[in-house]
């Protein structure tokens, strides 16, 4: 063997020395465009997670085929799948779904930001803010309601509404628009949380007094609560997702230090729990419009990381033979969640990442190592 490998090695040194090609410098490569010249960072400076609650391929594609064959998600380029099953049962629910991309842990139906056995998991978001970035959050449910409260709140269950409105008093989150005011200031222990985040110094403002603005004007943290309970579905004149998501962005952005959004359009879900093809297409299209937001605001930021997703998909929605181009014929198989594997859409520095199949945890260890994070 040792023979054999001397006479290979030396039969390469006497070919490079005999042969009539030079071969002692090979070519050096030709010189690398400096990334940040050409308008391209390696790490971005911001993440914006968007979660189309229950929104599979069938829901993204009756939005498509609905709305003049034309979506703002066709805009991306890397394209992958989650699994998003829980860890006690195979089909999801939005806590668990949710606490898998904010904490990284598979963990069961109903838990808020907490692990299997009840632990709380420091969310992306608390990281965010514990790296002195800005963060916001908002919604078109409550904002306590399962998706949101996920980022910020730590609870055994999905139902403690009043316990995840205080949980929201532990973490400076910069901005947070959504439903659930009541969750804040009609509360069984008396307290008004209202007053107690105008006291730590936040501006706030509901649907009861003016409304959203379009510009916020202030270096004050920023709250906005939508409705008393869940905010109306676009159908009954909801407008304010992609109004919110645009304010939201401009405002994380003139703060200046980078940050951590999750925007979520919640109702596509609701939708198909109804099994209602027309409430789910509304619902997308909406959500696709402040994906459009987002997009054009990554593309002139430039130093922006979007990923669009869902936690699972819900009612086992098909569109059915029958259906035309804009007049959708939806079937359903079911009024709660399916197993399917769920779509992942990024764009911007680190997006590549988000290509392949992947567990649904896998989302947060793939933003917490775009931001070049550790976890704890
Ligand atoms: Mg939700
Ligand atoms: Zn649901």
Known sequence: ???????LVASILMASCTGTKSVTTPPSPPPQPDPVSVGIAKKPRNIILMIGDGMGVTQITAGL????????????????FHKPYASNKLITDSAAGATAFACGVKTYNGAIGVDADTNAVKTILEYAEEKELSTGLVATSTI??????????????????????????????DLFIGGGKR???????????????????????????????????????????????????????????????KLATDFLHTRGKGFFLMVEGSQIDWGGHANDSDYIITEMIDFDKAIGHVLDYAEKDGETLVIVTADHETGGYAINPGSEMGDIKGAFTSDYHTADLVPVFAYGPGAEAFGGIYENTAIFDKMMEAFGWKRD
């Open 65 to 80: 085929y609905s709305n003049n064959n034309k979506l703002n998600l066709e805009r991306f380029k890397v394209i992958g």
């Open 144 to 173: 306590v309601h399962a998706t949101p409260a996920s980022f910020i709140a730590h609870q055994p269950q999905r139902k403690m509404y009043e316990a995840i409105a205080k949980d929201f008093l532990k973490t400076e989150i």
């Open 1 to 7: 063997m040792k023979n054999y490998i001397f006479i």
């Open 183 to 245: 969750y804040f200031d009609r509360r069984e222990d008396g307290d008004n949380l209202i007053d107690i985040l105008k006291l730590r110094g936040y501006e706030m403002g509901t649907y009861l007094g003016d409304e959203l603005p379009e510009k916020i004007d202030t270096d004050k943290n920023y709250a906005y609560l939508t409705a008393d309970k869940d905010p109306l579905t676009v159908a009954a004149g909801r407008e304010y997702l992609p109004k919110a998501t």
